[in-house]
């Protein structure tokens, strides 16, 4: 059986390895292909699509994670089959990008305040060419010996309600599905087992959203089997993504590559036909 890795992150937003290492990591870990999904970016597709055309047989989806707010709780977005290149699409990023760097601008004045010493320039340097966002100050922080795990800096500091919080563009999962939806890819809720709310849950999936991960590393099998349920009977399509960030990374919060994956067959036949290097629709 060939089966692909539904949710991976690369080091265009806050993973660990660049879109060609992830593929060598995916080959070792005898996937068929993998499918990116970084959080508001698309920057590291390109690369997976020209470095995977030099493997045999590997399938790369063009897909994102896109951040969203419902009702005050955080709600994720997956998209696939997009197509990567759209315009509209490219903006509408570029515009989250820019509110996202003045965000960090924002906290760490904030930090600064509250007598830490760390510099913006600290927190570029370690996000990389990536979507910049809180993991980065948290290690950040973590680097200077503020705090000595990154879930301390986030209870401390960056977490809502802690002293350094600042809120986030807020996209509305509407509009996240719309956009999915208008450059023709598919959309899935992301993780709903993070999603403390119920009543969130259940507005999401009446939003006109294609499928639901049900499988996903912190997911008990309870919740899989709840989850599937709802996709049943909701018609949604199911997927499942390991939430790729990086060997040995967050261990508890996220799994290793291919630990979660989904026939190829079965996503083939939702995206329609796609042959080697998938830039499907492209
Ligand atoms: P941002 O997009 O900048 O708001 O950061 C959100 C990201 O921070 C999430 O995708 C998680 O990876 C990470 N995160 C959020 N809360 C925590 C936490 N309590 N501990 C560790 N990482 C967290
Ligand atoms: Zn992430
Ligand atoms: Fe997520
Ligand atoms: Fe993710």
């Known amino acids: 059986m060939r089966y692909i890795d539904m949710h991976t992150h690369t080091t265009m937003s806050d993973g660990l390895l660049t879109p060609s ?16 999904t970084d959080h508001d970016t698309v920057d590291g597709i390109e690369e997976a699509m020209i470095y995977s055309g030099q493997i045999d047989n590997f399938i790369v989806l ?100 802690a002293p350094a919080y600042v809120p986030r563009y807020k996209l509305h999962p509407k509009e996240a599905i719309r956009l999915i939806k208008n450059v023709r890819g598919l ?17 999401v999936l009446e939003m006109n959203i294609d499928g639901i991960e049900v499988h996903h590393p912190d997911h008990t099998w309870e919740e899989r089997c709840r989850f599937e349920d709802i996709a049943r009977e909701n018609r949604l399509f199911i997927t499942a993504g390991s939430d790729f960030h990086g060997p040995k990374v967050g261990a508890g919060r996220h799994g290793d590559l291919a630990s979660e994956k989904i026939s190829e067959d079965y996503i083939k036949s939702l995206l329609g036909k796609c042959e080697g290097v998938v830039d499907h629709r492209g």
Do not use: M, W
Request: hydrophobic fraction near 40%; include cysteine.
């Open 21 to 36: 290492e992830l593929i060598d990591y995916a080959v070792e870990k005898k996937l068929s292909g993998i499918a990116i």
């Open 62 to 161: 063009a897909g994102i994670e896109l951040s969203t707010e419902l009702l005050g709780e955080e709600v994720h977005i997956l998209g696939y089959g997009i197509d990567y290149k759209d315009k509209e699409l490219l903006k509408l990023l570029e515009e989250i990008q820019s509110h996202r760097k003045k965000r960090i601008k924002e906290i760490v004045v904030k930090l600064q305040s509250l007598g830490l010493a760390i510099t913006h320039e600290q927190v570029i340097e370690c996000a990389g060419p990536g979507t910049i966002g809180r993991p980065h100050l948290a290690k950040t922080l973590l680097a200077n010996n503020y705090v000595e795990t990154i879930e301390e800096a986030f209870n401390k500091y960056l977490a809502k309600g």
């Open 187 to 203: 959309s899935v809720l992301a993780h709903p087992g993070l999603i403390k709310s119920q009543k969130i849950i259940r507005k």
